[in-house]
């Protein structure tokens, strides 16, 4: 059951990214297109949560889901997922890849946003992830506390975004979207990276307490990415309710 595509112009949406994604969707699934970093860290990203969480039978909530490509994958370990996104077209495109994956029992799409579902469905949810979101949203510290709202006591949160600083830019915005052209243009835009302190705080003054920052990188040579200590650039972060 989907929220209705008309209310969304109130939400902490920005216009412009959605319709940067909208533009992209039918090409989500293609691990050969634009969203193939999406495709190849996700092992990584995966991996990374089912270390610090239990998932299977767990009720997990995936934020700014897109296309599927982790809902799915939260689904075949075992997980409940709902996949929330104000996107309709790659929530269409999610929808569709069901049919392949055969996953529709375990997933639920819904095109509403985190601040409304946090009215809607309050401690709810046992994990919940929102990776490669923040960074496209106007007013990140909204969606953390409606996150913070979400998930059930004792329960895990988990996020991942870009750092802002030179290193960041030259190689997120140069080098991945103008030199080795991984990225459409214009994918991110400098000013809406998240520093680790400052989403650390956005976590703190929501009572989430911070478990574990990890940073991931890329090898241009090998084309392989890696967990590691470099926050520099991308970072995931485990946090965990009261």
Same mark, same amino acid.
Not at 47 to 53: F, L, N, Q
């Given at each position: 059951?989907?929220?209705?595509?008309?209310?969304?112009?109130?939400?902490?949406?920005?216009?412009?990214?959605?319709?940067?994604?909208?533009?992209?969707?039918?090409?989500?699934?293609?691990?050969?297109?634009?969203?193939?970093?999406?495709?190849?860290?996700?092992?990584?990203?995966?991996?990374?949560?089912?270390? $610090?969480?239990? %998932?299977?039978?767990?009720?997990?909530?995936?934020?700014?889901?897109?296309?599927? +490509?982790? &809902? #799915? @994958? !939260? *689904?075949?370990?075992?997980?409940?997922?709902?996949?929330?996104?104000?996107?309709?077209?790659?929530?269409?495109?999610? $929808?569709?890849? %069901?049919?392949?994956?055969?996953?529709?029992?375990?997933?639920?799409?819904?095109? +509403?946003? &985190? #601040? @409304? !579902? *946090?009215?809607?469905?309050?401690?709810?949810?046992?994990?919940?992830?929102?990776?490669?979101?923040?960074?496209?949203?106007?007013?990140?510290?909204?969606?953390?506390?409606?996150?913070?709202?979400?998930?059930?006591?004792?329960?895990?949160?988990?996020?991942?975004?870009?750092?802002?600083?030179?290193?960041?830019?030259?190689?997120?915005?140069?080098?991945?979207?103008?030199?080795?052209?991984?990225?459409?243009?214009?994918?991110?835009?400098?000013?809406?990276?998240?520093?680790?302190?400052?989403?650390?705080?956005?976590?703190?003054?929501?009572?989430?307490?911070?478990?574990?920052?990890?940073?991931?990188?890329?090898?241009?040579?090998?084309?392989?990415?890696?967990?590691?200590?470099?926050?520099?650039?991308?970072?995931?972060?485990?946090?965990?309710?009261?």
């Amino acid at each position: 059951m989907s929220a209705d595509p008309g209310n969304v112009s109130g939400d902490n949406v920005d216009q412009a990214e959605l319709e940067k994604f909208q533009a992209l969707a039918k090409r989500w699934w293609d691990p050969n297109s634009e969203f193939k970093p999406l495709h190849d860290i996700n092992p990584l990203r995966m991996g990374y949560i089912s270390e $610090r969480c239990r %998932l299977t039978d767990a009720t997990v909530l995936d934020v700014g889901c897109g296309g599927g +490509i982790l &809902t #799915e @994958a !939260l *689904a075949m370990a075992g997980a409940r997922v709902t996949g929330i996104d104000l996107a309709d077209k790659p929530l269409s495109v999610a $929808r569709l890849h %069901l049919h392949e994956s055969g996953l529709g029992e375990r997933i639920d799409y819904r095109q +509403i946003s &985190t #601040e @409304a !579902l *946090a009215e809607e469905a309050p401690a709810s949810y046992d994990v919940i992830t929102c990776l490669e979101m923040l960074e496209h949203v106007p007013d990140p510290a909204s969606t953390i506390h409606a996150l913070s709202l979400l998930v059930k006591p004792g329960g895990h949160l988990f996020l991942s975004t870009i750092n802002r600083n030179p290193k960041s830019w030259l190689l997120m915005v140069v080098g991945a979207e103008y030199v080795l052209n991984m990225l459409p243009r214009g994918t991110h835009d400098y000013a809406k990276f998240i520093r680790p302190s400052e989403l650390s705080g956005m976590l703190r003054n929501n009572a989430l307490s911070v478990t574990n920052i990890t940073g991931m990188t890329y090898n241009p040579i090998s084309q392989r990415y890696r967990l590691g200590n470099d926050i520099d650039v991308n970072y995931l972060v485990h946090a965990q309710a009261p």
